[in-house]
């Protein structure tokens, strides 16, 4: 296996040094040091930063049912070259991830493309249908392990459901992650229920959709003593409700997507579909919010949401067209520049809402294959090396997602990923894709056996 | 000048270059012969996506009083999940040569959908687009408006209609229009607001708080949820009646009121309200009406009643508005785009 | 309609370029041209006239106002009336869009009449062309003359005026501007641009 020494890095943004991967783990950090004969590959990194790798608590990978949007192999290459290295395949595929079959086959699959670790996330209901609670255990024994289970793309609006789903995953410390929208009040909904709404008619999606389903989930958890997750959170109100539930001491967790960090109801104006997202895109005051929220850690995690579609579930009028963005390849500078660049967070605190967290809410940060580990001797030598001085022209056509769905298509982002490492092994040099020459001689995804 | 998509694209200067148009166009209509070789060689294509057998015949009439040629395109019942869409339409649309497209859609946005570029590229024409806009109804609204209350003195209820060219170059400024009804699922409201804001007037929105939408706050207009207080208080000049969808207050999306009969006593125009406007108010409906629910009988066939004489104007209106979309080649200086 | 063709731009002297009509001859035309309709018509029964806007219209009701100075039985404001033929013009698509004027039929009808169209200037004929169409649209007259203040010549279309208050032959690369009182606040005639 190639070794790697990478010269003059800034681990975190901090003091630069030499990184030296070898044999899968980070062998060596510290000030300039010579190979003593040792064969690797020399990376002069001056100008970059290194983060442990990147992982992704919320992607649509499509397959199975969807091929036509992306694959599981074409995501998770888009996903190592946005400086992944983990990635939970939301379970609503077809068919649904609610079996041992299905989730096996998916980290199968993940496992054989080599890009990225792939876990599956498991449904709560049978087929997302928010009626019987699928076979959670069984996944969880499963050679997938799953961990994390969401309906996500639908809320699983039935308190007993959801109760029962909360503690139920106890058994194997797992989480119910969930998409938090109150069916009723969002039926036939197309966007963020306000001003932008009333003016272009198009039916409102009140905020309230989602934080009446996260105050009374939260309150369950704190009632059944159970862990939850919110995903995608995207209103102030539901910010406050999660900083009111953490100090109750409710453990709860919650998630920000980078297009709610990033992007206006303003946007819909154009009734171009592409900004046309589940939970809708909201107003400048929910956006300031969540960032906050990202800052002073009442959001834990930054996640995708990359929900690729086809370019005809987009070309076409609003209403018609597909929730959805694509975000794996664009997320780390949009944390960048909404984060960092404004001053709200380091580069440690990207860090840790991108890597370390995630990675402990979905219980992958110990073992063999554990992600979201520190930069530090001896861990696995997941890293991603940064330019934070980069800039990439965003062309959704040229993407290595299949689908051209990114709503930063056309716009300058700050930064470039530069390398990715997948326990040592190189996925991405100089921004560019490294395909596996053998295949199976690897270590492969976390758990799998 | 490109498209007609929404009245809150109009300026001032454009909205009354539009009304004047109008009532030029109307005086033609006045006439034996009616036809005008304005437009001959022109292709205006109908795109129907809903029914609307009104609005699709005055488009074709205006067309073709101005000798384009006219083809209907309803795409009615072809649903949006299957078969063709719209972004095929369109292509097969301008490969048939079309001049331009007049479009009625159940989607908000789909105007503005086909009049981005490299689809038709030909002026589209809003005909109604879901929740969103139907500036053509709002334009014949404020000339109906204008061509009434441009002399105050001249108590027009009853008596011979004004000319067509009664309150020529001028706007609505000072005009009190009480706009009533189902607001929140109104193309017909939400231009009109635009609109009579942009003329000058004065507009008060009277609906149950179920049928206001969040976010009217920024709307250039009075929101009341008391119609005989408005009409006692406020003296509008015009009163304009919504159509209101009996189907509603059917529970599917959550009753908006609790029953016609409620409705009819809170928000419609009845004899009682209809006594308490000014004398030289007038009433107005975009029609097809719901006689005894939103509007009475008597109201509806008073003197102060517009509404058959708001059809005829919907004709002169859309011959303005393919006019000036049409007629040159030409994209004018902003003075007489519309957008 | 005041014709122009001042592809090459040379600015103005004056206002208005070199006076070739002044007040007193444009109003000696115009009595000349009501004598000559009165002579050509054995009379004033049956003719209306139909100005075209916008200069054509005030001298459309010069003349009405002549021609009942000559026969008191005419109405002069019976007979006249104001023809837009913006809608019938052949060159919509190649200009900016044009505003529609009002066209009014005189109160006596065109219907068996001989109606007089007047304008200022003729030039390509066009305009007169529309007209024609306009008032075709109109009714059915018994005749149909046309009278012009400057008949400047350049015609594309086979049309000739009955009456004309002066020839005046100029280049393409000139500009005709007829000013009246009642739109200008001066009555004149001008001629500018071209080589000089």
Not at chain 1, 9 to 33: N, S, T
Request: glycine share 8%.
């Amino acid at each position: 296996m190639t070794h790697y020494v990478i010269r003059n890095v800034a681990p975190y943004g901090e003091e630069r040094c030499d990184l030296l991967l070898r044999d899968g783990l980070i062998a060596e950090i510290g000030k300039p040091f010579s190979l003593d004969g040792e064969q690797a590959v020399e990376i002069d990194a001056s100008t970059l930063l290194a983060l442990p790798g990147l992982v992704d608590l919320h992607t649509h990978l499509r397959e199975p049912g969807r091929e036509d949007a992306e694959t599981i192999r074409s995501g998770t290459r888009a996903a190592a070259l946005g400086g992944f290295t983990s990635v939970f395949a939301m379970a609503n595929t077809t068919p649904v991830q609610d079996t041992a079959g299905v989730v096996e086959q998916v980290a199968r699959i993940g496992q054989e493309a080599g890009w990225v670790d792939v876990h599956p996330v498991g449904a709560v209901s049978v087929g997302l249908e928010g009626k019987q609670l699928a076979e959670l255990g069984a996944m969880a024994q499963s050679a997938a392990q799953v961990r994390v289970f969401s309906d996500d793309g639908k809320c699983v609006d039935d308190p007993v459901l959801m109760r029962r789903a909360l503690e139920y995953v106890k058994a194997f410390d797992g989480v119910v992650a969930q998409h938090a929208q109150e069916p009723r009040l969002t039926q036939e909904s197309q966007m963020n229920e306000g001003v932008v709404s009333a003016e272009i008619g198009l039916a409102g999606w009140p905020a309230v959709a989602e934080e009446s389903i996260i105050a009374r989930d939260v309150l369950l958890a704190e009632h059944v003593g159970s862990r939850v997750h919110v995903l995608h959170v995207s209103t102030a109100g539901s910010v406050e409700i999660v900083r009111w539930a953490k100090s109750r001491g409710i453990a709860v967790t919650a998630e920000v997507t980078p297009h709610h960090l990033s992007l206006t109801d303003e946007e819909a104006r154009s009734y171009n579909p592409i900004f046309k997202v589940n939970p809708p895109l909201r107003t400048q005051a929910d956006v300031d919010a969540v960032r906050a929220g990202l800052a002073d850690g009442t959001i834990d995690v930054v996640g995708t949401d990359h929900a690729p579609h086809p370019v005809e579930d987009k070309e076409c009028e609003w209403a018609a067209a597909a929730f959805g963005m694509t975000g794996l390849e664009t997320a780390l500078p949009i944390v960048h520049s909404t984060m960092v660049l404004s001053g709200l967070m380091s580069w440690r605190d990207v860090a840790r809402v991108m890597s370390q967290v995630p990675a402990h809410i979905a219980r992958i940060d110990s073992g063999p294959y554990a992600q979201g580990r520190p930069l530090a001797v001896g861990e696995p030598a997941n890293v991603v090396l940064y330019d934070p001085h980069g800039t990439v022209t965003v062309d959704a056509k040229t993407q290595a997602t299949m689908s051209a769905n990114s709503p930063f298509d056309g716009h300058v982002l700050p930064g470039r990923v530069v390398a990715t490492f997948l326990r040592g092994r190189a996925t991405v040099l100089d921004g560019v894709p490294q395909d596996r020459q053998v295949s199976g001689t690897t270590a492969v995804a976390g758990g799998v056996s | 000048m490109k498209h007609l998509l929404s009245t809150r694209d109009l300026s001032l200067e454009q909205a009354v270059t539009i009304l004047d148009t109008t009532a030029r166009m109307a005086a033609t209509q006045e006439r034996e012969m009616k036809k005008l070789p304005t437009l001959r060689g022109r292709t205006v294509v109908n795109l129907f996506f809903e029914d609307s057998t009104r609005t699709r015949i005055s488009f074709e009439t205006a067309a073709k009083r101005l000798s384009a040629d006219v083809i209907n395109f309803s795409a009615k019942g072809s649903s949006v999940s299957k078969g063709e869409s719209l972004k095929d339409t369109a292509l097969t649309l301008k490969a048939m040569g079309a001049d331009a497209v007049v479009v009625r859609h159940h989607a908000s946005g789909a105007a503005n959908f086909l009049a981005q570029p490299g689809l038709v590229d030909v002026p589209v024409i809003n005909a109604g687009d879901g929740t969103h806009q139907h500036p053509t109804q709002a334009l014949l609204d404020a000339f109906t408006i204008r061509r009434h209350l441009a002399d105050p003195l001249n108590p027009a209820c009853g008596g011979p209609l004004p000319p067509f060219d009664s309150g020529l170059g001028t706007d609505l400024a000072g005009r009190r229009i009480a706009i009533v009804g189902d607001v929140l699922h109104s193309r017909v409201a939400r231009s009109n607001v635009a609109l009579l804001a942009t003329l000058g007037a004065q507009v008060t929105l009277v609906a149950p708080p179920t049928l206001v939408p969040v976010g009217v706050e920024t709307w250039p207009c009075e929101v009341s949820y008391d119609f005989t207080r408005t009409l006692r208080t406020w003296q509008p000049d015009a009163v304009m009646m919504l159509r209101v969808q009996r189907e509603r207050m059917s529970a599917s999306g959550g009753g908006f009121f609790p029953s016609p009969a409620e409705y009819s006593r809170q928000y419609g125009l009845d004899a009682q309200r209809l006594g308490l406007l000014p004398d030289h108010a007038i009433v107005l409906h975009p029609g097809p009406m719901n006689r005894g629910l939103e509007i009475s009988a008597q109201a509806a066939d008073s003197d102060r009643s517009v509404i058959v004489e708001q059809v005829g104007n919907g004709v002169a209106v859309r011959m303005a508005v393919l006019y000036l979309l049409l007629a040159s080649d030409q994209v004018a200086g902003s003075s007489s785009t519309l957008s | 309609m005041t014709s122009s063709s001042s592809a090459h731009g040379v600015p103005d002297s004056t206002p208005h370029g070199v006076e070739v009509l002044g007040e007193a001859d444009i109003a000696r035309a115009m009595t000349r041209i009501s004598y000559e309709i009165v002579e050509r018509n054995k009379g004033v029964s049956d003719l209306v006239v139909l100005g075209i806007p916008t200069r054509g219209v005030f001298l459309a009701r010069r003349l009405a106002a002549r021609l009942a100075a000559i026969d008191p039985s005419c109405d002069p404001d019976a007979i006249l009336g104001v023809l837009d033929v913006t809608m019938y013009r052949d060159d919509l698509r190649h200009q900016p869009p044009r505003t529609i004027g009002y066209t009014q039929p005189p109160a006596v009808g065109i219907d068996g009449k001989t109606v007089v169209l007047v304008d200022d200037v003729l030039f390509s004929g066009r305009t007169i062309r529309a007209a024609l169409d306009a008032v075709k649209d109109l009714g059915r007259p018994q005749a149909v003359q046309l009278a012009t203040l400057v008949d400047r010549g350049h015609r594309q279309l086979p049309i000739r005026p009955d009456y004309v208050g002066k020839n005046l032959p100029t280049s393409l690369a000139e500009r005709v501007s007829v000013r009246l009182v009642e739109h200008d606040s001066l009555d004149g005639v001008y001629i500018s641009g071209g080589a000089q």
